[in-house]
């Protein structure tokens, strides 16, 4: 999906239904940076609740949430962003809507079962995800291990980028149904 599309599907979700939020990775290209950066620290977490996507709004922000943490967090990528008219910015590679993933819709009839290692395994659909579970705050976190989806009949790993996505989801799931 292009930068474009999601930028679009926000616009239209806060015209449409202003209480309702949904949320994107976007991953910028290698060469966006002088240095060379692994996936997760070239993919942020993107907010449609973001002054940009909002109609008739006093102000123009997007920020976003580094996936690995080691960059900064809370970054105003339109400061940055190429398509948000900065010559020479960071340029998109990809961007996909984490509600919009495959099987997220099976969330809510998720199965859980802890592994041997000390590891957890949610199941949703043809969906795995492992994770380290833990518990801070009262709230339940998730830190990615590996997770693999059935295409075609075969098990497929996904992308670190894809596991944390879900790992959000399932990190909402459970934990409104703690509350």
């Not at 340029?91 to 009839?109: G, N, S, T, W």
Request: proline share 4%; aromatic share 12%.
């Amino acid at each position: 999906m292009t930068y474009s599309e999601v930028k679009r599907i926000f616009q239209e979700l806060k015209r449409a239904s202003p209480k309702e939020d949904l949320t994107a990775h976007i991953t910028f290209t290698k060469d966006s940076f002088a240095k060379i950066y692994p996936l997760l620290s070239r993919t942020y977490r993107v907010s449609s609740d973001n002054k940009a996507f909002w109609p008739n709004m006093g102000g123009y922000s997007i920020f976003g949430y580094c996936l690995d943490k080691t960059a900064d967090q809370g970054v105003r990528l339109d400061w940055y962003m190429a398509e948000e008219g900065n010559p020479g910015g960071w340029k998109v590679e990809d961007c996909y809507i984490l509600e919009q993933m495959r099987d997220a819709e099976a969330i809510p009839h998720l199965t859980r079962a802890e592994q041997g290692d000390g590891t957890v395994c949610y199941f949703f659909a043809d969906t795995c995800i492992r994770v380290h579970e833990f518990h801070r705050g009262g709230q339940i976190h998730l830190q990615p291990v590996s997770g693999d989806q059935t295409a075609c009949g075969e098990w497929v790993e996904l992308p670190i980028d894809r596991i944390h996505g879900y790992c959000t989801m399932l990190e909402r799931h459970l934990n409104r149904e703690n509350v």
